[in-house]
């Protein structure tokens, strides 16, 4: 009997199984288990119980893949990446917050993907989304990228992060003596808003792109991250406009920009992103898993 593949891994059934007539008192009789002498020897239904409770994670920690994947599915996400644009490491352990910006100009997500290439800067965030809900992702998930530099003095420590040596730290320059605090690029996503930043608002498309783009990363890292934005970072910043201050608002309350919450894992084939934002839970494993 072959193994169930189950999103990204794959479930034990014979072992499945075997624990199942473990507890029913149908052990097949050739069954024979040796332990050393020195080790206390299980009951059988101590044997059985934990190989169901393995099989049982095996299967919620495919299930949760499963909705890091359907989530990501139902964006409109072309991935771009840009080797150029990346700095280093960055395991799951390290992620913390994800930085809202404003790309303070109105090319498409590709066209900015595009000029923070050439520019030979190393600048750039992982994600790009355009006034139409389109996505470029130009930085892998788990490799740092350069959009929020250095913050206030004192920042490392009250956001919680280290200057390390996972950032390379190619292409940075200190803008001041004000500003010496460096961690925060180790610690997070980086999410551009095409947006000028001259009084126009942020359509529908774009919001409803963020909230799933948001869930997604939820379900990926296996727990919320702190949404702030790059003037929080380091003061006087431009980003994100004023016009953006309510739905930011609404962001670090509820995760959506309308200020709903909204529990609905989207069933598959939906495109519907008004309807698609995270779920804070699982069903009854309340565990999250990493998508594609």
């Known amino acids: 009997m072959k193994s169930r593949q189950v999103g990204y891994r794959s479930v034990d059934i014979p072992a499945l199984l075997l624990g199942a007539a473990l507890l029913a008192g149908c052990a097949p009789a050739a069954l024979e288990v040796t332990f050393p002498e020195s080790a206390p020897v299980p009951s059988m239904e101590d044997a059985a119980l934990a190989t169901l409770r ?7 920690d495919a299930d949760a893949g499963n909705n890091a994947a359907t989530l990501r599915r139902a964006l409109d996400i072309e991935e771009d990446i840009r080797p150029a644009l990346d700095h280093g490491p ?6 913390r917050y994800l930085v809202l910006h404003d790309t ?9 993907v595009d000029y923070w290439d050439r520019q030979g800067k190393g600048v750039g965030a992982h994600f790009v989304i355009g006034r139409d809900g389109s996505i470029v992702q130009c930085v892998p998930l788990d490799r740092i990228a350069h959009h929020v530099g250095f913050g206030d003095a004192g920042h490392n420590v009250s956001f919680g992060v280290t ?3 996972r950032d390379d730290r190619r292409g940075s320059e200190p803008i001041g003596s004000w500003a010496p605090d460096y961690g925060m690029n180790s610690y997070s996503v980086g999410i551009e808003l095409v947006h000028i930043g001259n009084g126009d608002g942020y359509p529908k498309a774009q919001l409803e792109a963020l909230d799933g783009l948001i869930a997604y990363l939820d379900a990926y ?8 934005d790059h003037k929080a970072w380091r003061s ?13 608002a609404n962001y670090q309350k509820t995760r959506t920009h309308d200020g709903k919450r909204r529990e609905e894992v989207p069933e598959e084939g939906s495109g519907d992103m008004g309807e698609i934002v995270g779920r804070s839970k699982r069903g009854s494993s309340g565990v999250f898993g990493r998508g594609a």
């Open 221 to 228: 890292f296996e727990a919320p991250s702190t949404i702030i």
């Open 236 to 248: 006087g910043n431009s980003d994100t406009s004023p016009e953006f201050a309510g739905y930011l």
């Open 104 to 112: 303070e100009g109105d090319g498409a997500p590709r066209e900015v």
């Open 163 to 165: 200057d390390e040596s």
């Open 90 to 95: 960055k395991p799951p352990s390290a992620q």
């Open 54 to 60: 393995e099989a049982r994670a095996q299967l919620d």
